[in-house]
């Protein structure tokens, strides 16, 4: 027998449980799965968690607004509801045939997530998901309906009662009970109420007209004007306090012709592509045998890939700028905000900008804390085997690690509950549900036709649709849902996973195998990342590499050098071309082509790096397409013959050169008076300054000095690459339990049903050897030790099952349904009908033992 079928109707939610399938179950517990945290014991335990408060609000969030519309129509309907009444509070008098085709499935929604129970002509709203839903003073519904008639009078005297009946021309009562289902009756009988309503003043009318789709609830003063008063002696308006009326539902439902919302909404908002890609459409229209969508995938999979490699340089940038040991750590944790600053400066983008790629770099596991006394942010060692990667590989492990990530770099910057900032990489970003939302914001971009732009409005309406207690329908402006929707948006099209807008076909791949989907709260499972002993990417990430990989540019091995001393990379350049040309050269801009300036700062950086002038040259004219300017060689040339002619050491610090004019013009610079020099010889100068301090001050001055060893040999600088200890990503914070996996949840039927079939096993009663009385329902069995062995050695014997009593190690009492198979040294083994499985029981713990009236076996 099903829930829906005939029969005994059930009388509790647990009785309506047994009445299900075991798929039913299973779909319950998997819409539902906070409810196997644990596993319920029985079917009255599923229910009974089924009912609490946390879990009945979870799965009404979780319900798209029509559903939940269902449920509030339900809430505003008397108890037990038909479905016929639920229809009519939905469609109203005149009908809506989208709501009456939808309302089945919104009906059997809420019946398979076990808020609602009951036959069709008995439908039952769980409790507690009426005492959330149902309109009341404190918390107002969405239907804006008041209270009924009869809790609306409840502490209203029966006198007063009688005067409204009386003058709403209904006879007198001998009860108050009476009175108010007589003004029940008059609300809810449509001729009657229309005739009622034809006598009202105008003024009244607009009164109600006012009310009538709430807030249901008004004002008045001590001597109320005549059109309320009407109201009030009609019983159209009731007193909740002194200076409070409220607009009973009755009548409320009479005014709106039978609605319980103003406005129904049975089909989810279309998602409409942006205007800009209409106006392309029409005008391709325009142009004979022209076709709206020819060429944009195209175009929309090369701008995706620019904007991927452009991801890759962002990010590998950023660890060559933290490379000798980033920003130090706050004492709370995170970047402080100077530092985000500066490192938003060196990626020439804006502070927003620089907080995701410093969060996607560390959702990626390339950059961490190195966990010292004086704890700052560098690349981990996975960074090291990074650039060997395919660039396809790299750009899906990042986007795989941003698709799954918790952690939410659009908070950065915004204050938590406390007034206190949240700081990138700082403990406070983990958001649970943001994965699902970038997840199903993709899901809605694929649904388009490829190559079509969303129009972001209609992305966030249709959000608000499927979530709508997550958002404005709840009364929450600042809806995270919608900010996460949006920075997704913001930052599929930074990373290259959509090109203008729309999705691309590696983002179409990444997506299509990715665990989780958007119909639960899956736990995204972090990536394998670069440097993890086997780490592979998954289907869907190797897809997205293969799709993305045509689309790359292939890396060039020769520049264009210009007259201004700039060089232009036409497109990425082959690693060790980048990594000369980046410490011989300034960055500056970047995009299709990136642009490097030479400096003499640039140029002396190369030469600290124990480049001579003739390999420099030698370098420049082999990877140039075009001559080596003129001005680039003497740049060249008279930043070598200026350096290492003033050599530093350390004294604390001297500086010595063999022409004793240049120290001369060093002591007489005012700059140089913060150094503190003095001459020790005629071509030497000492300072108390250290070698470095020393350095960077003659530097500042324009000069070239070098530094030598204490042998007089000149120091070549390169770059200490400073790296944390093995790190993993950070572990994604899921929101809520995990959808379980099917042999999960075949498992957990099993359980619950067995552990049902033992708690309602018909038992055969026996007395107690000590008090020689029958053990009442919740009782354990009590038997002596020689009565239990003989009873359990005669089930072995005949296969017959028993009911016991078992106190397990830790002193907790349950009580089982077993058959017992062996009984042998103080053990019987037998199969445990309660945990569906064969287990070993210590004959010392059995307390007693029952035979069973009716053997489940």
């Known amino acids: 027998m099903s829930e829906r079928s005939g029969g005994t109707p059930p009388r509790t939610l647990a009785e309506a449980l047994r009445t299900r399938d075991d798929d039913a179950l299973a779909a319950l517990l998997r819409a539902r799965p906070d409810l196997l945290s644990p596993v319920p014991n029985d079917l009255g335990q599923l229910a009974t968690r089924a009912g609490t408060r946390a879990s009945v609000m979870r799965a009404l969030e979780r319900l798209d607004r029509f559903t939940l519309q269902t449920a509030e129509a339900l809430a505003a309907a008397a108890e037990p509801a038909s479905y016929e009444g639920v229809r009519a509070l939905m469609t109203g008098d005149e009908g809506d045939p989208r709501v009456e085709a939808a309302l089945p499935r919104a009906v059997d929604a809420l019946r398979e997530q076990a808020l609602i129970w009951g036959a069709d002509d008995r439908l039952r709203l769980v409790r507690t998901a009426r005492e959330i839903l149902a309109p009341s003073p404190g918390h107002p519904s969405p239907t804006g309906l008041g209270p009924t008639v009869a809790e609306a009078t409840a502490g209203m ?116 592509p942006h205007p800009s890609a209409v106006s392309v459409a029409s005008a391709a229209s325009a142009v004979p045998g022209a076709s709206a969508s020819a060429g944009r995938p195209q175009v929309v999979d090369s701008a995706a890939a620019a904007q991927a490699y452009t991801a890759l340089e962002t990010v590998e940038e950023l660890a060559r700028e933290w490379n000798e040991g980033g920003p130090n750590v706050l004492r709370a944790g995170g970047l402080s905000v100077r530092d985000l600053k500066r490192t938003a400066t060196a990626l020439d983008v804006t502070e927003p900008v620089a907080a995701f790629w410093v969060e996607l770099a560390y959702a990626a596991g390339l950059l961490a804390a190195d966990g010292q006394a004086d704890e700052r942010y560098a690349p981990t060692p996975a960074y090291d085997e990074w650039p060997d990667l395919p660039p396809a590989e790299r ?45 199903h914001v993709l899901d809605l971009l694929a649904s388009l036709p490829e190559g079509t732009a969303p129009d972001a409005e209609s992305v966030l309406a249709r959000l608000r649709w499927e979530r709508p207690l997550r958002g404005t329908a709840a009364n929450r402006p600042e809806d995270l849902r919608a900010r996460v929707a949006a920075w997704t948006l913001n930052e599929a099209e930074m990373l290259g996973v959509t090109g203008r807008g729309a999705l691309s076909s590696h983002g179409r791949a990444l997506i299509a195998e990715t665990p989780g989907g958007t119909g639960g709260t899956a736990v995204p499972k972090p990536v394998s990342r670069a440097g993890d002993s086997g780490a592979e990417l998954s289907v869907g990430g190797l897809r997205a590499a293969h799709a993305l990989a045509p689309h790359l540019p292939e ?303």
């Open 395 to 439: 750009w899906a492990r990042l986007a795989a690690a941003w698709l799954t990530a918790t952690r939410t770099a659009g908070l950065v910057g915004s204050q938590d509950s406390k007034g206190r900032t949240l700081a990138a990489l700082g403990p406070d970003l983990d958001r649970g549900s943001a994965p699902e939302v970038r997840r």
């Open 555 to 857: 890396p060039l091995d020769h520049v264009l050098l210009q007259a201004d001393l700039t060089a232009v990379a036409p497109g990425p350049l082959l690693r060790p071309l980048a990594e000369t040309l980046s410490v011989l050269a300034d960055v500056e801009s970047r995009g299709g082509a990136t642009v490097y300036r030479f400096t003499p700062a640039s140029v002396r950086r190369a030469l600290d790096a124990g480049q001579a002038a003739s390999d420099l040259h030698a370098f420049l004219a082999a990877h140039s397409r075009t001559p080596v300017p003129q001005p680039l060689s003497y740049l060249i040339d008279d930043m070598a013959r200026r350096h290492g002619h003033l050599r530093i050491g350390s004294a604390s610090a001297y500086v010595r050169c063999d022409d004793e004019a240049v120290l001369e013009e060093i002591l007489a610079d005012r700059r140089s008076g913060a150094l503190r020099l003095r001459r020790l010889a005629p071509t030497v100068l000492a300072t108390q300054a250290d070698p470095r301090t020393l350095l960077e001050g003659l530097r500042a001055m324009g000069l070239a000095p070098t530094a030598e060893s204490p042998e007089g040999d000149v120091l070549v600088t390169r770059a200490h690459a400073h790296r944390t200890p093995p790190r993993t990503p950070p572990a994604p914070v899921p929101d809520g339990p995990p959808v379980p996996a099917p042999t999960l949840l075949g498992a957990a039927v099993r359980a619950i049903r067995a552990g049902d079939q033992a708690a309602n096993a018909v038992r055969a009663t026996l007395p107690d050897p000590v008090t020689s009385t029958a053990p009442t329902g919740g009782e354990l069995p009590r038997t002596a030790p020689a009565e239990t062995l003989a009873t359990v050695q005669a089930a072995a014997l005949t296969g017959s099952a028993v009911w016991i009593g078992y106190v397990n190690a830790e002193g907790a009492a349950s009580q089982r349904v077993i058959a017992p198979v062996r009984v042998e040294g103080g053990f019987v083994t037998a199969y445990d009908h309660t945990a569906d499985e064969v287990r070993t029981y210590p004959l010392h713990r059995i307390t007693g033992v029952a035979e069973l009236a009716d053997d489940p076996a």
């Open 157 to 272: 005297s029966p006198g007063r009662l009688q005067e409204i009946i009386t003058t709403a021309g209904l006879p007198s009562t001998h009860d108050p009970v009476s009175a108010v289902a007589a003004l029940t009756t008059l609300f809810t009988d449509r001729t009657r109420m229309a005739a009622l309503l034809d006598t009202a003043p105008s003024e009244s009318l607009a009164v109600l007209d006012r009310l009538v789709w709430g807030p249901p609830y008004g004002e008045i003063t001590s001597k109320p004007a005549p059109p309320v008063q009407w109201l009030r002696d009609h019983g159209l308006l009731l007193p909740t306090s002194t200076r409070t009326v409220v607009l009973p539902r009755e009548a409320a439902l009479h005014l709106r012709g039978g609605r319980a919302h103003r406005h129904t909404e049975p089909e989810p908002p279309e998602i409409l």
